[in-house]
Every structure is written in structure tokens, then in C-alpha cells.
């Protein structure tokens, strides 16, 4: 468990160093989602009925930006070799590059989702489900990303490659996501979107850590 | 029986054989220098000890129980350091240290914490900068390193935490005459202590009592003609 908070630690510590790599991601959220009012204009029915969607798909859009980088540095400077031979399960290793991805990205979009909510003139009733909806949603990405950037390590072209990998995988989350703040905004419960969303968490959690650790193996050597 | 033994090794990279049937033992106290010409795969050899890579045939054995039937147990007994340094430019050259440390268990497997400040893995990691003589950097971002200190820094990290068996491929590569003899210094100590050192390298280590393997000894029959197996741009930087 030592390993696994040094590495937490580490990636964190490097993401806040080079805060510019974090702000991309949030910038390109904001900026994706202020274009729709310009594109479908600024008709206050039409964008709260699609609120939920480009929040999603802009929060999605934004998160693949950070993928690329996630474990490209450490292959390139030799880091990752040492991960692989370090005295503990690679898949601990991989869990904790992915649980560091979630808080230097995911976090970071779910704290500026309600303020492009507001910009979206989201129902006020439905922020409590978005906020829960968008941290199991945020998990989810950061660890199907993880195992995406992990399998294209390596290969050139990589970005279009994870791209190709990662969103049709994610789409389940989109759906549901989406889904859930679209049932309390029409009067519903959204009980069944969450505990999916929940289902789906709890089985990237078994798989794709131990997937990356698989793939990770592979790109080093 | 104690020791790191490896038996008819063969290498494999992009469908040419690197080298074939070979044999290797390093005893308690005892080193091995691998020599031979640039490609002649003294690194992929030295990756296959470390278990980065697997090897095409044949078995490593540490301490008569086979590495790969409990790696984990074989990583924790040794230090690989590899041609690229592993340093992050952003953090300093203490965290970098630290991370690693701690990644490999530390002395006491402890982290940093507030509460045990001071205490066992922190001091190892002081002795290890004072040790390559970083320790008045040790604040600096690594990014302001040198080429010669980013190695130090990197060869600190086998000082850093112990571990009997350090696998060492070109250690000496950017250091300065002094640091060339410190490093002497720390594998003679490590040595003393019933270390095991694998290198290879083309400056002498003071070890002169070392077996050697020359590697141009192990190749295929078969010549290889440059520049006719570049259909992966990868091989190039680890041959």
C-alpha cells in the first residue's frame, strides 16, 4: 500500500506542478459547452432540455484529452519499467495512476459541471443527481481511459487510437448519465440510472485495473 | 541454494535472435560484468534479469526458487537501473528520491508522514543524496539537474533503499571521474556486505575479480547486416 500512495501522491503532485495540463481539460469543458447556446441559440427551453446531453458529452470530450498523457511520460522516461518491477501488484500500481487521474481531471469537471449547468439554465431540482451522476460517470472514464491509454501505449498515432477505443465503451455511461438528470428533471425518481452507473463502476473497478496492469506489462518490454 | 542463476537464456526482438543459450551465475558477494559490442544485447539481457521482459527459453532462478513463479518476491531483492534515468522534471531531487523509496518499500516500508519524519526512510534518503553528492540540490527541481547529476541521482536510488542484488546497465555513463569512484566505493561496500552486482559496461568498476560474459560469443551464427532489421523503429533504443 506504500507504493500505491507514493504513486497517488507523486501524480498529483506533478499534475498541480504543471497545472496547465489540468486547466486544458477544464478550459476545453467550459469553452465546448458555452459554444452549443451560439449554436443552437439561445432558446431557454431548447437548452434545458439539452442540458444533461452536452454536459455529458462535453465533460466525456474534455476527459479524453487527458488520456494520452497518462502513462505516455512514464513510458518515455523509463519510469514505467520501474513500476513494473516494483514489489507490488501492478494492478495496485495501475489502480493508483487511475484513482490520481480521477482527482487531478474527474474531480475538476465535476466541480465545474453545475457552473455550466447554470450557464445551460439546467432545472435547478436536478444539481444533487448531476453532481452524484457525474462522480460514479467521472470514475468510470478515468479507469475505461486508463485501460485505453494503456493498450495503445506505445503505438504511434495513439490519440486516435484511444479515441477509437475509448468512446464507444463509455457510451453506457452517457446514456445513463444523461439519463438520470433527464428522469428528475421530467418528475422521476432516478434511482435505476444511479445504481446502474453503480453496477458499472464496481465492474471497471475488477476489470480494468487488472487489464492496464496486463497492458502495461506488454508496453515495457 | 543462495545465489541468481540463469540457465540457456535466449533473447528474441522483432523475430531475430539476439542471443541463445546462455548461461549465467552470481553467488552472495559475487559480481558479473557483461561485455560485448553495441546490439549484442547486453541490455535486453540485463531487462530479462530484471523480469521487465521474459525470456524467449530458458529459466531464472533467485535463490533456487524460479522468478517467475513469485516475481514480486524477487523485485522486492533487487534494484534494475536502466539506461534512462526514470526523473521527473517537475518534482525535486529529494521527492524523486523519496517516490521511489518509497514505491520499493523503504527501509521500515514507510512513507513520509508527518508523524515519522526524521525517523529511518528519511534518513536513508538524506545518506543517499549526501552519498552521490546531491544532498545540497536536494531541494532543487530535477529539472535544473545536469546530465552527470540526473545519473547520480538515479544511481541514489540503490542507495536509497538496500536490496542484495543490483543489476546495472552502463552506471557509469555522464559521471565525472569522482562519482566513477564513489560508485567503486558503494558496490565494493556492497559487495562486502554479500551484495550481488550484475553490470554492464565499458569502464572498469574496480571489479576485477568478476566473471565476465562476452555476449558476442552468444549471438546467432548468422551475421546480421546493418540497417536490414529497422521494420520497428523501437529496437534502436534498446538493443
Known sequence: ???????????????????????????????????????????????????????WVTALLAAMLSFDRLFQNDYDDGTLELLV??????????????????????????????????MLILEPSSYGVLMLAMALGTAIISLVGALGAAL??????????????????VIPVLIFGAGAVDAVIGGFAATQQLLILGGLLMACLVVCPWGCAVALRLAAE | MDGFEGTGLACIRSDRIVFAGLDFAVSPGGALILS???????????????????PAAGEIVWNGMPVSKDPERFFAQMHYVGHRDAVKAALTVRENLAFHAALRGGRAGR????????????????????????????????????????????????????????????????????????????????????????????????????????????????????GDDSDDPDTGNSP
Open chain 2, 111 to 226: 512513507t513520509e508522514t508527518k508523524s515519522n519524519i526524521g525517523t529511518d526512510i528519511n534518513g536513508d534518503i538524506d545518506r543517499a543524496l549526501d552519498n552521490v553528492g546531491l544532498a545540497p540540490l536536494a531541494d532543487l527541481p530535477a529539472r535544473m539537474l545536469s546530465a552527470g547529476q540526473t545519473r547520480r541521482l538515479t544511481l541514489a536510488r540503490i542507495l536509497a533503499t538496500p536490496a542484495p542484488l543490483w543489476l546495472l546497465d552502463e552506471p557509469t555513463i555522464a559521471l565525472d571521474y569522482r562519482a566513477v569512484d564513489r560508485l567503486r566505493a558503494a558496490i565494493a561496500a556492497h559487495r562486502a556486505g554479500g551484495g550481488m552486482i550484475v553490470a554492464s559496461t565499458n569502464v572498469p568498476l574496480g571489479i576485477d575479480d568478476a566473471a565476465t560474459i562476452d555476449l558476442a560469443a552468444h549471438a546467432p551464427e548468422v551475421d546480421v547486416v546493418w
Open chain 1, 1 to 55: 500500500m506504500n507504493g500505491f500512495f507514493a504513486l497517488v501522491g507523486r501524480d498529483t503532485r506533478i499534475a498541480l506542478r504543471q497545472l496547465s495540463d489540468t486547466m486544458m481539460v477544464i478550459v476545453f469543458f467550459v469553452i465546448a459547452a458555452a459554444l452549443f447556446p451560439f449554436g443552437v441559440g439561445p432558446e431557454p427551453n431548447l437548452l434545458a432540455r439539452m442540458a444533461p446531453g452536452i454536459l
Open chain 1, 152 to 169: 495503445s501505449l506505445g503505438s504511434r498515432r495513439s490519440g486516435v487510437l484511444l479515441s477509437l477505443l475509448v468512446l464507444p465503451l
Open chain 2, 36 to 54: 560485448g559490442p553495441n546490439g549484442s544485447g547486453k541490455s535486453s539481457l540485463l531487462r530479462l534479469m530484471a523480469g521487465i521482459a521474459s
Open chain 1, 85 to 118: 518491477i516494483a514489489p507490488q501488484p501492478l494492478w495496485m500500481t495501475a489502480l493508483a495512476k487511475i484513482v490520481a487521474h480521477w482527482l487531478t481531471t474527474g474531480l475538476p469537471l465535476l466541480v465545474a459541471s453545475p457552473v455550466i449547468g447554470i
